[in-house]
């Protein structure tokens, strides 16, 4: 008999439900989050599975790997659908109502999948994300001792990195107590420069030896950051029909709002991945104020700077670099500086 499965995770346990085809409940139970202990019960259930519904989130990507290994036709589920699935067809909102939810919606087919990122992309991810998070707490740190020595009248000034521990010595100098507080932001401050060169000199390994990031890394105002954004985003290619899609997929496309006689284009959607949202736009940015070298793309977004403005210029080149470098990964080409370059991007 065909079966059907919904999954409600939560960090230690996941509340399970197994229905039939025509909708009966066959088993609820709550296991432990583990690939290992839900694989078991669902063999001691027996019959056929057909689709395995697990909702996306911290701790999907793990289990979709493990539970695909032992064989189950595990299927990731988009949170925001879900929810609205969810919430439209419940009233007292439980893990046991939720995995049963899933599991009908598993039955009907009444679901929006998700791609589940490879090792290495996760990895990559991974890799980007920390070292994001040491820049930005160190940053933290300096723009600290800036604003409190200020409340004692020691300003800092413009000064380089380098030059930045020795200036706040020399201002605490004739303060012990301040002294001795500073002291250990400048430890931290110390340490956390380097283990962000670490993270760096790896990323920048990895872009050396990846050769889709060093394709990329010909478009103008595309650098290892974003090279590997997009490449950790993406991740395979293949699973977008269109290139034009990835447009959409990042959140650069407007919304659309239709109802009547009302008929209008609203701003960018910003769906989708946040971080290569982000990283296309200052690339975007860049190639449009610091790039010196000319090129047909550029000359593209300067004539839409001159119709809509600089800032819808740039959100507009944000989103074609997306095609581009989608199509120039599909094709295995380099970035085309001439005209000629124009064709690249017809899809």
């Not at 160190?138 to 200036?167: H, S």
């Not at 890394?217 to 293949?238: C, F, I, K, W």
């Amino acid at each position: 008999m065909a079966h059907f499965v919904g999954l409600d995770v939560s960090v230690k346990e996941t509340s399970v439900c197994v229905v039939d085809d025509a909708g009966k409940v066959v088993c609820e139970r709550k296991v432990a989050t583990e690939p290992d202990d839900i694989t078991v019960l669902l063999t001691s259930v027996g019959g056929e599975y057909v689709r395995v519904g697990i909702e996306a989130g911290p701790l999907s990507q793990w289990l979709v790997n493990g539970l695909t290994e032992a064989g189950l036709p595990v299927v990731c589920v988009e949170t925001r659908h879900m929810k609205a699935l969810l919430t439209a067809q419940q009233i007292n909102k439980s893990d046991r109502n939720d995995a049963r939810g899933i599991a009908q919606m598993m039955r009907v087919g009444l679901f929006k999948p998700v791609h589940v990122k490879t090792l290495a992309a996760q990895e990559q991810r991974m890799l980007l994300t920390s070292r994001k998070l040491v820049q930005r707490k160190l940053m933290d740190i300096e723009c600290d001792m800036r604003g409190t020595l200020r409340n004692f009248g020691l300003k800092v000034g413009v000064v380089n990195t380098v030059g930045y521990e020795a200036r706040i010595r020399d201002l605490v100098e004739g303060f012990p107590v301040l002294a001795a507080i500073v002291e250990p932001l400048l430890t931290i401050r110390r340490v956390m420069r380097q283990q962000l060169a670490a993270l760096q000199k790896m990323l920048l390994h990895t872009v050396r030896h990846d050769p889709e990031c060093r394709r990329f890394m010909t478009v103008p105002g595309v650098g290892p950051v974003v090279a590997l954004t997009y490449r950790a985003s993406v991740d395979q290619p293949h699973r977008f029909v269109h290139s034009r899609a990835v447009g959409a997929h990042v959140g650069l496309t407007p919304k659309r709002h239709q109802s009547g006689e009302t008929d209008y284009d609203g701003g960018v959607s910003k769906c989708g991945d946040a971080m290569l949202r982000t990283m296309l736009y200052e690339a975007a940015q860049t190639m449009l104020t610091h790039s010196q070298k000319w090129s047909w793309l550029k000359a593209w977004a300067m004539r839409v700077a001159q119709r809509r403005g600089m800032r819808r210029a740039i959100v507009a080149l944000a989103r074609r670099l997306a095609v581009i470098l989608h199509r120039m990964w599909i094709d295995g080409t380099d970035f085309r500086w001439s005209n000629a370059a124009t064709a690249v991007t017809a899809a």
